[in-house]
């Protein structure tokens, strides 16, 4: 599910999230594996202020393994601690567990030298639209999977499942806003299926996946020495057609949609290296 987001939503979700964090402890930042940089929002850094975070690269399944070594590697030399998960298929409960436990350690460590006796740890699931959160929810709350759309500005009651007898989960995830303010980024969570394609036509996106994947055409099993012959002849592979004419809009969204479900190649669209 993809939303359109306007300033209001923007508005609406940052108060939310201001709201929810207020009553957690640890933060569990989920991004894109194959767009790091562009699935994440600065913001959330100074709306959690210091509290703890985990950050989990999901959808490593669909990125290239290789750039995503790379990132975790990154995260490593930056400090923080990151995982790369396929969360549909991952154990992702146990490493995520036992990482809330080791950051939380030195919190309740400072209660009892206070006499205070901490109380369950409450973290909470922060990211992007369709990057994984009720998914990962589910996976940490072991419930069956739901489809509970979540929509910007939608307030409910702070909600807390049990993890364990010392985690809890705030049963909504937290809602992060795409910025649209850099292009780069819009293209990125457009390539990777984050965001509505309305923001960019169709067109731009696979003229810059035909840029940057070499091996396009050949994946794509279509013969073209041109961008537009691409688009052309795949339509008619296909047989993709429109009053008689080859299907042009037709052949793009295909493109798009198996680029974005991993059924081309596993890509990653940003690498440590752009951001050095
Ligand atoms: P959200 O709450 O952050 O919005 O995301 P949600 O859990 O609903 O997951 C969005 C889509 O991404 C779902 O697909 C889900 O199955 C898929 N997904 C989640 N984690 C992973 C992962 O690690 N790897 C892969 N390959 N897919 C993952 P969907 O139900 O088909 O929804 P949609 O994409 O058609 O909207």
Not at 192 to 197: K, L, S, T, V
Not at 223 to 247: H, M, P, Q, S, V
Request: glycine letters at 4%; aromatic letters at 6%; proline letters at 4%.
């Amino acid at each position: 599910m993809t939303i359109q987001w306007f300033p209001g939503h923007m508005t609406r979700a940052k108060r939310q999230l201001e709201e929810q964090m207020k009553q957690t402890d640890v933060i569990i930042e989920l991004r894109d594996a194959r767009a790091v940089m562009s699935s994440t929002n600065p913001l959330l850094y100074t709306l959690s202020k210091d509290k703890p975070r985990i950050i989990v690269l999901n959808k490593a399944d669909l990125a290239d393994p290789e750039i995503t070594k790379q990132w975790l590697q990154y995260f490593k030399t930056e400090g923080h601690f990151a995982i790369a998960v396929d969360v549909l298929k991952d154990n992702v409960r146990e490493q995520i567990v036992r990482q809330i436990r080791a950051v939380m350690q030195p919190i309740h460590e400072r209660q009892k030298k206070r006499g205070i006796r901490p109380r369950a740890s409450r973290a909470l699931v922060v990211g992007i639209p369709n990057v994984g959160k009720s998914t990962l929810i589910n996976r940490l709350a072991q419930k069956k999977a739901t489809t509970t759309a979540n929509k910007p500005g939608l307030t409910r009651a702070l909600k807390l499942i049990k993890v364990d007898k010392e985690i809890e989960l705030v049963d909504s995830p937290g809602m992060l806003w795409p910025r649209f303010e850099d292009e780069g980024v819009g293209i990125n969570l457009a390539l990777i299926g984050a965001i509505n394609e309305e923001i960019l036509p169709h067109e731009s996106l696979v003229r810059i996946a035909y840029e940057r994947i070499e091996t396009l055409s050949e994946l794509l099993k279509t013969e073209a020495n041109t961008y537009a012959e691409l688009i052309t002849n795949y339509g008619l592979r296909n047989n993709f057609k429109l009053n008689g004419e080859i299907d042009i809009e037709r052949s793009m969204m295909d493109i798009i949609r198996k680029l974005r479900n991993g059924k081309l190649l596993r890509i990653s669209w940003e690498k440590p290296d752009d951001y050095v």
